[in-house]
């Protein structure tokens, strides 16, 4: 056995408490998608197949065969995204936005130039192109879904060079995530503790916090708290693939043991030891929780579920969200071509994008892109810019209020239809209720029945006389008469419009 003895520089404790949300899923995905090996990372590019044949638990993970696994600075940007998201509040929303300023305070760059901004979009680029299978759990069950972890990612320049600095960056979460968060499923970590840390320290304290939190939750008080793990599989599950060492002394010098000696300084742990397995070759490490871990439990972790209000998102929403995307939606329907194909737009477009939507709702800008687009081409003018676009703003809102009334007549009557012909099917769907009825009535019922609707046919016949369209008024009047007779035990039109599936008279 070999315990921590050196004690690296401590973590200062946090005097601001300050979330961070990790969906649980993304938080097994995140563990063995970054690679905290830069130069390990990418060379990564074979699929990572964890937990085969367990299915709530089994992911899959397909790194883009020509970037590898995202490495130590996609896992710093990451985090901040999500602590962005975080601080959104609830509801989650899907689009997390940035500034440079943001992202470099963040990341921890003083400076911002041509270097960093390539560094940046290769980094989302490694998140955004894996491609990832995992199940999500839904209730009391799990769902397989497939994604990526970044759906969408928007970029603006400083000016159209594809090397021109990175100024504003808009993120779509994929929807997967998104639901499970709004579903609670997720833990709550101490961001301020996290800053301290190294990626390959915030990835430990993240699983241990995790797995520590659901074992505490399971028993009653702090003592003997413990948790272990092989090695090899902390390597692979939750630091992405690191080297795996066959010394416990090269483990400690080289690779783990700085990080974990600094968990246990700053108290997260109490302590650590590592022993061979007993079972095949290999290590196991032993982790047992500090003071700090049930500190932040209790200030973090129980209350993870308690709504907050959004403070930023519709400031980033007007701000940097919707003009990129209006942005990035002209440039695809100027080239004809999916949005998909869209690299990045130039702050110029998107300054213009900002003066559009000063004047025209985001929800009608596409609509006005078409009309601008249509009228130019039809005056033969080149367009080459969305500021080019600017002139036909007037045209457009003088006609804006007859179009939005020539559309609210339009749902009208759509609406009108859709009422008339709710309305037929119901009626067939009564009669049809209303022949079960009398089927199931007593033989005196069903003379009495019989009886009304002879009195409501024109010409009167017995059960013996049939013709096709005598025979037929006698069916109907013997339905309208069944449904006149027992009106409380067929469905109402509410009824069958709120009923699924098979439905039976009562």
């Known amino acids: 056995m070999e315990d921590a003895q050196t004690i690296a520089p401590t973590v200062p404790p946090p005097a601001v408490a300050e979330k961070l949300y990790m969906e649980n899923t993304l938080l097994r995905v995140a563990g063995a998608l970054f690679c905290h090996d830069a130069k390990r990372a990418a060379r990564r590019t074979e699929a990572i197949n964890l937990n085969r044949g367990v299915n709530e638990k089994a992911v899959i993970i397909e790194p883009h065969p020509q970037l590898g696994q995202p ?67 839904r209730g009391t069950r799990f769902f397989e879904e497939r994604f990526h972890i970044f759906s969408r990612v928007l970029l ?82 939750w630091l992405g693939g690191l080297a795996i060492h066959d010394r416990i002394s090269h483990l400690k010098r080289d690779q783990l043991g700085s990080h974990l000696d600094q968990l246990v300084s700053a108290k997260f742990l109490s302590s ?43 400031a980033d929403r007007r701000e ?50 078409d009309y601008a687009l249509a009228e130019a081409k039809r005056s033969k003018f080149d367009v080459k810019s969305l500021g080019g676009l600017r002139g036909y703003l007037p045209g457009y809102l003088s006609t804006l209020e007859q179009r939005q009334a020539s559309r609210a007549a339009h749902a009208k009557r759509q609406a009108r239809i859709r009422q008339e012909e709710e309305q037929a099917s119901y009626s067939r769907y009564r009669q049809e209720m209303a022949k079960a009825l009398f089927a199931m009535l ?12 002879r009195g409501m046919c024109a010409k009167p016949f017995s059960g013996a006389r049939t013709g096709t369209l005598s025979a037929q008024i006698f069916e109907m009047e013997k339905v309208r008469a069944t449904a006149e007779r027992y009106p409380g035990r067929l469905p109402t039109f509410a009824d069958w419009k709120a009923l699924s599936g098979d439905v039976s008279p009562r």
């Open 442 to 453: 007593l033989e005196s019922e069903q003379e009495a029945i019989e009886a009304v609707a």
């Open 272 to 314: 650590y030891s590592i022993d061979k397995a007993k079972t095949r070759t290999g290590f196991v490490i032993t982790f047992r929780p500090g003071p700090a871990f049930f500190s932040d439990y209790e200030r973090f972790y129980r209350n993870r579920n308690q709504g907050e209000l959004q403070w930023s998102f519709d």
């Open 320 to 369: 940097i969200a919707e003009p990129l995307k209006l942005a990035y939606l002209f440039a695809a329907k100027l080239m004809g071509q999916p949005l998909t194909a869209v690299p990045y737009v130039s702050q110029k477009e998107t300054e213009s994008a900002k003066f559009i939507l000063e004047q025209v709702a985001f929800e009608d800008a596409g609509n006005f892109l």
């Open 156 to 237: 603006e320049r400083a000016a159209e060079e594809s090397d021109a600095p990175i100024e504003r960056c808009t993120v779509t979460l994929a929807t997967p995530i998104i639901d499970s968060l709004r579903g609670d499923h997720f833990s709550c970590y101490n961001y301020l503790f996290m800053q301290g840390l190294g990626t390959i320290g915030q990835a430990l304290y993240m699983r241990l916090f995790f797995h520590f939190a659901n074992l505490y939750e399971g028993q009653k008080g702090k003592a003997g708290l413990t948790f272990q793990k092989r090695y090899d599989d902390i390597c692979l599950e």
């Open 71 to 137: 490495g130590p600075l996609a896992h710093k940007i990451f985090i901040a995204i999500l602590k962005k998201h975080s601080d959104y509040g609830r509801p989650h929303p899907h689009d997390v936005s940035f500034t440079k300023r943001e992202i470099m305070r963040l990341i921890g760059r003083k400076e911002w130039g041509g270097r960093d901004s390539k560094q940046l979009a290769g980094a989302l680029d490694e998140i955004h192109r894996a491609f990832i299978s995992a199940s999500f759990k």
